[in-house]
């Protein structure tokens, strides 16, 4: 792999590291540095020339610093006369902007996938988008991973024989539903409707839940409105125990703090494809790591091999 480039950004900068660790590569170095007008300028400090560049950069919080710090680092890498740019991005934010649903309002998800193309972007390394659609935003060949091998590989470890895989909304059930048959379990799901950020109303629980073991599966968990409401619905249907799952763990407003704090969630379980703060961690919360799997899914770009084999 004498002639593959990484670098990251400020974004997740630990994650980075583990995937070119599993790679066998060094992580070139990227410095950031802000005028007085507070402009940022952006220099890759590798050599770029020809090269297979990679640029690990998550959308998370503060997601616009971010962006534009990624934007610039696709620009720099194409000045550099980059052989090929991939951009990987573990979590992407606007993701969730993918309709319009009220009037007068942007399509994040479509603009920013934009964006990255026109910054240099070849081709794009994802993981657990939001929802289908947004694969279509880009212009450019993406490769779409997900975490549920990773997971079902953790509740392996458990006793599964009266467990079933909750989905918090239909929108989700069909990750769930394939989750569920990596354990060999049942699914059900939640009807949601949303109303606002942070308002959601899940009206009733589809499927047999009663008395059995848990696990809710949702793509990401932000301040957990929706998993909240789900809990409630599960407590009147007199569930056994309830865990939680999750690719992406924002965990904002002390989310994890909340929900470690309900008697009856006994582990929190998500992957490192966000930071998650050692300081707001408890003892129910468990981080699992994809660096191997987007390394390898890197080492398959890098030589021409297929990507989806790895879900086979």
Do not use: W
């Not at 507070?38 to 919080?61: K, S, T, W």
């Not at 980059?82 to 993701?95: D, E, K, Q, S």
């Not at 629980?205 to 990401?220: F, H, K, T, Y």
């Amino acid at each position: 792999m004498r002639d593959i480039a990484v670098f990251t950004g400020n974004a997740h900068p630990e994650l980075a590291a583990e995937i070119c660790e599993h790679l066998g590569v060094p992580l070139l170095p990227t410095r950031t540095s802000r005028f007085a007008n507070d402009c940022i300028e952006v220099q890759l400090q590798g050599n770029c020339r020809e090269r297979d560049v990679f640029l690990i950069q998550p959308l998370v919080p503060p997601v616009q610093e971010n962006l534009v710090e990624l934007l610039f680092m696709l620009d720099a890498a194409r000045g550099a006369s980059a052989g090929r740019i991939t951009v990987v991005l573990p979590h992407y934010a606007y993701a969730r902007s993918d309709k319009k649903d009220a009037p007068r309002i942007s399509i994040g998800g479509r603009l920013v996938a934009d964006l990255l193309q026109t910054a240099g972007a070849h081709r794009i390394l994802a993981m657990t988008l939001h929802s289908p659609q947004v694969h279509g935003f880009f212009s450019v060949p993406v490769d779409h991973l997900h975490a549920l091998r990773e997971l079902a590989q953790h509740f392996r470890g458990y006793d599964l024989s009266n467990s079933v895989v909750v989905s918090p909304d239909l929108g989700n059930a069909k990750e769930a539903a394939a989750f569920a048959r990596m354990l060999g379990i049942e699914v059900a799901a939640g009807a949601k409707q949303r109303y606002a950020d942070d308002k959601v109303v899940i009206s009733t629980v589809i499927g047999d839940v009663a008395g059995r073991d848990v696990i809710i599966l949702d793509d990401e968990i932000a301040k957990g409105s929706t998993v909240f409401e789900l809990l409630e619905r599960l407590r009147e249907r007199n569930v056994r125990s309830i865990r939680v799952a999750c690719t992406h763990g924002l965990f904002a407003a002390r989310a994890v703090e909340r929900l470690s704090e309900e008697k009856d969630v006994e582990e929190i379980v998500c992957t490192n494809t966000v930071p998650v703060p050692y300081a707001g961690r408890t003892g129910k919360l468990t981080v699992l790591s994809v660096a191997p799997a987007l390394a390898e899914a890197m080492r398959r770009i890098h030589n021409g091999e297929s990507v989806s084999a790895l879900f086979a």
